[in-house]
């Protein structure tokens, strides 16, 4: 019963959210390189930050560290969602959740100093590509329904590492915000306040799992993401772009703005692959070099060849001579 009144409190908070947002004028507004034509509401993925707040509330106070750490990066990604703030702002709420989340694991006491420093790299750089993957109608949702789904099957059937409902209230928080979202044209956008802060959740739940198990295999959980988002990163670079201003050549955009498939089928094959990744990870016991190999090679062999002949030509334009007035966001690897 405890989950129906969750869900119908996520859905209470998302429709007092929706109508505080036409009143105030949330909207993310089209630019040339966005993956839509109208406003639409953005923030709506504060209902993953509400998930993870209830499931404190209610239930579970003693997970209070990281819960403190999905607030303040929750909280500073709506501002940032909604007003200019400072880059070194950002950095330093960032810094400061991952470190709860460290110490709550805890890192600090259990890697050398070189391994914290390599975690942190890794973890900032998964929490952003995450946030620079969300671009097109349901594919946040999805995926992180794929993975919260994947580890909660560990969780359950295999290694108990956390309580089941820090789980199970973001999986319902997805399927609520998915019904928003996974539409032909979506009610609300999940803005910075929810890729970011369901990529911090997500991070938190994988490091805790592979801490507790020693098996790094468990990181293959974002491969999707991950083989998308360095490839694109090294492309950028090979191209002399400034990876840190907004683009479109993200493997997903060129298939949903360049060859027109529906943003939906598009989101949907991302988290299938990653579902069978998942099957894989969960099925084999191989070390985690040879399952990356696996995982991962095809990802990247389909990605460099197929890329350059899906890209049109007017894209090809575009991202060596960009346009000077374009209106560009300040996220876009």
């Known amino acids: 019963m405890i989950y129906l009144y969750v869900t119908l409190l996520l859905i209470g908070g998302m429709l007092i959210y929706t109508r505080l947002a036409n009143k105030y004028l949330i909207f993310d507004k089209p630019n040339e390189r966005s993956s839509h034509t109208k406003p639409t509401i953005r923030g709506g993925g504060v209902v993953f930050l509400l998930s993870i707040i209830f499931t404190g509330v209610l239930y579970h106070p003693d997970y209070w560290i990281p819960i403190v750490g999905a607030c303040a990066i929750g909280i500073v990604s709506f501002l940032d969602d909604n007003m200019d703030l400072s880059q070194r702002l950002r950095l330093l709420v960032h810094f400061f959740s991952i470190s709860l989340i460290f110490y709550y694991l805890p890192v600090f006491t259990s890697l050398p100093v070189w391994q914290i420093v390599a975690l942190y790299i890794l973890v900032i750089g998964i929490i952003n590509a995450y946030n620079f993957m969300d671009g ?108 840190f201003e907004a683009h479109r050549l993200h493997f997903y955009q060129i298939l949903a703005n360049d060859q027109k498939i529906p943003h939906r089928i598009v989101s949907s094959i991302y988290a299938i692959i990653q579902f069978l990744i998942n099957l894989f990870v969960v099925s084999t016991d191989i070390n985690f070099f040879a399952s990356l190999l696996i995982s991962a090679l095809p990802l990247a062999v389909f990605y460099i060849v197929m890329k350059p002949r899906l890209m049109k030509a007017s894209t090809v334009i575009n991202i060596i001579v960009p346009t000077p007035k374009l209106e560009e966001s300040r996220t876009g690897i």
Do not use: M
């Not at 919260?148 to 997805?174: M, S, T």
């Not at 996974?182 to 994988?206: H, Q, Y």
């Open 136 to 243: 097109i109608n349901g594919i946040t949702g999805l995926y992180s329904l794929v993975v919260l789904g994947g580890l909660q099957y560990v969780n359950v059937y295999e290694f108990k590492f956390v309580e089941y409902d820090l789980i199970r209230f973001p999986l319902i928080a997805c399927v609520v915000f998915l019904f928003y979202n996974f539409r032909k044209k979506a009610k609300v956008f999940a803005g910075d306040v929810g890729s970011i802060t369901i990529a911090f959740w997500i991070v938190f739940l994988v490091f805790n799992l592979i801490l507790e198990t020693n098996n790094w295999n468990y990181l293959l959980f974002l491969t999707v993401y991950g083989v998308d988002s360095v490839l694109t990163i090294v492309h950028r670079i090979l191209l002399k772009q400034n990876i």
